[in-house]
């Protein structure tokens, strides 16, 4: 085959993918996105979900990961709902249902102000923060601003609660096909060749012995390509480089919180290894850190929800928190 016919054809499939249509929303995801609304944050939606619960914990913001979606705690709902009178869980930006702009120079301090701007228009002055991966780095970002400013900060926050985060870039492990995105035109290209059995398979690998059902994995493949998502992620993924040059900041706000803090750990998790629980241990001593059974991965919300929902209903209401939603 001589050069023009196979550029001709790289060309062709390259294309295909190009214009190949998202996945249809199932029913269950289409379920979850009526659940929501949005606000306008520089002028780009976010979506949320505001649910009314009826515990006594007041009100708990749910942080999802990368590179999924709120949709992420829809195993834990009910239990947070039975903990808490308020359950707000929120898209950021580049993910799920929100706004996912390309070219665009996506930050954890932004994600972090997008939070702070919607508790204030929900007239939330006081919660707890539950977080997993990507939403930790947010929720540590939005605890060293609370740590800076405590009585004066228009969040109080209360407690946090992180699920298997990469906290410490020495520590954490990124997929190959993370560090593939990574890589300047390549990943750029990568995302557009992207396709559900690649997902499929790269994905199940962070997951313990109870991994997504089909069904499941195809509503996380069409949360993330929703709007074109995918194409967004190698921008998304500065979060990795984020991380690095503010070590001292977030690792710091964890070593200084002035609120309780618990760290639920599945050990079945390649992007942070079993080694990450006695690191914890040595940075945050005055900190818990529950590890959960050695079958269960990085998604414990997921894998483990009624295990993570008593050990967190434990955490909070250790903390003598109990408070009226505001």
């Given at each position: 085959m001589t050069p023009f016919y196979v550029i001709a054809f790289l060309a062709l499939v390259l294309?295909?993918?190009i214009y190949y249509p998202s996945p249809d929303l199932s029913e269950?995801?289409?379920?979850?996105k009526r659940k929501g609304q949005t606000i306008r944050y520089n002028q780009m939606d976010v979506f949320f979900i505001d649910e009314p619960g009826t515990g006594s914990y007041g009100t708990v913001f749910c942080l999802h990961g990368f590179p999924t979606s709120s949709h992420d705690w829809?195993?834990?709902?009910?239990?947070l709902k039975e903990q808490f009178s308020r359950v707000v869980l929120l898209d950021f930006l580049g993910h799920g249902f929100s706004e996912k702009p390309t070219p665009y120079v996506y930050s954890i301090f932004e994600q972090a102000t997008i939070v702070e701007v919607l508790a204030k228009k929900l007239g939330v002055s006081r919660a707890h923060l539950l977080s997993h991966d990507y939403g930790d780095t947010v929720a540590l970002e939005l605890l060293a601003r609370y740590n800076k400013k405590r009585r004066?900060?228009?969040l109080q926050l209360q407690t946090l609660c992180l699920l298997n985060g990469g906290l410490f870039p020495g520590k954490y492990h990124p997929r190959r096909i993370q560090k593939l995105l990574l890589i300047p035109v390549i990943g750029s290209i990568a995302t557009r060749l992207t396709f559900f059995q690649l997902f499929k398979f790269s994905f199940a690998e962070i997951f313990g012995d109870n991994k997504p059902s089909h069904e499941e994995m195809q509503d996380f493949y069409a949360a993330v390509t929703y709007k074109s998502g995918h194409i967004a992620m190698p921008e998304i993924l500065h979060y990795i480089q984020e991380r690095a040059e503010n070590e001292n900041r977030w690792v710091g706000a964890l070593k200084e919180s002035a609120i309780p803090v618990l760290m639920i750990y599945g050990p079945a998790d390649p992007v942070n290894p079993p080694p990450f629980q006695d690191y914890f241990r040595r940075i945050a001593p005055r900190h818990g850190i529950v590890v959960l059974e050695d079958r269960v991965g990085h998604y414990p919300q997921w894998e483990a929800p009624n295990t993570l929902t008593k050990h967190y209903n434990q955490f909070v209401s250790k903390?003598?928190?109990v408070t009226p939603d505001v």
């Open positions: 294309s295909f993918f269950r995801l289409l379920s979850w829809i195993k834990v709902l009910d239990g004066n900060s228009e903390q003598n928190t």
